[in-house]
């Protein structure tokens, strides 16, 4: 099977369970599991900011981080097509009791101009605005990236207007490798950063926030209530720590990767747009007589794997499981098509 429907999909190197196999554990509930210790550590110290949580999920990183930053009865702002809007069940009204306030962004990305749009007066009427949140790189914008020079435009405003500014990193080394940007630029700007080790870095596990102690600190009291405190855990810390040490630069290759099949969709005359790829995410609609669930079909009879994302569009991400020969066998079949 050639897997394109997520980079969620990739499974444990040899080296990276031999990373696990040898990790050193304890009991993280309290402290006392180095490889986790280590872990948190290394991500702080790559952010330039002082602490960080492990958790099982980007879900867990996100609804912690948005529970942390807002009292019951405040206002989210954030994209409308954001993850932590769309697809983490409604976490943001279950868990914290806010309501969100959507933007209609640039492919999943605001403006400083529309965030300001979006703050609510200090009025009895509405809800107190207390969050911005950013997704970087956006999953339903196709893997676009943020212009750096913008999330700072939004963080100056977010101080000014006294809101805690949060991004969901899912995807965030995608970002940084395509822009050539550095973790620590992200750090100097956000109150918090979610990071997936499970996604284009190829863990098996697991999510990262980032902030500062004190945030921190609250941070790792709402997980335990949230049922999310682990206790071996550093099992699976281990792989993270081994993605965040050896696959992030490769993250370039499925960017190379991603443009070499948008190549070969673009000369097909069933693709009508092709959202611009800037990372590993490839989002396009068809045309004519062509449907995503008949093109799925039909890569799926060559056991090529791709995820209808929408009635009209196709969603390939490219990942680390993702060898050149399959690349070359899917651009060979789309081509015959
Ligand atoms: C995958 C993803 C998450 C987190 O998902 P989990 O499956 O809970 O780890 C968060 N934000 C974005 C944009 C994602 O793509």
Partial sequence: MIDYRSDTVTKPTAAMLDAMFKAKVGDDVFHEDPTINELEHFAAEMFGMEASLFCSSGTMTNQIAIKCHT???????????????????GGIAFNSGCSVNVIVGDRGRISAEQVKAHINSDDVHKAATSLVSLENTSNRGGGSCYDFNEMIRIAELCKQEGLKFHIDGARLFNAIVAKKESPKQYGEIFDSISICLSKGLGAPVGSLIIGNKEFIKKARRIRKVFGGGMRQAGYIAAAGL???????????????????????????????????????????????????????????????????????QVRIVVHLDITQEMVQKTIQIINEL
């Fill in 71 to 89: 009292q019951p009865g405040d206002e989210v702002i954030c994209d409308r097509t954001s993850h932590i809007f769309q697809y983490e069940g």
């Fill in 242 to 312: 081994y993605a965040l040490q050896n696959n992030i630069d490769r993250l370039q290759v499925d960017h190379d990767n991603a443009q070499k099949i948008t190549a070969a969709l673009k000369a097909k005359s069933f693709v009508d747009e092709i959202l611009p790829v800037e990372t590993n995410i490839i989002i396009f609609s068809v045309k004519n007589e062509m449907t995503p669930k008949l093109f799925i079909g039909k890569m799926k009879e060559h056991n090529i794997l791709m995820y209808p994302i929408s009635p009209t």
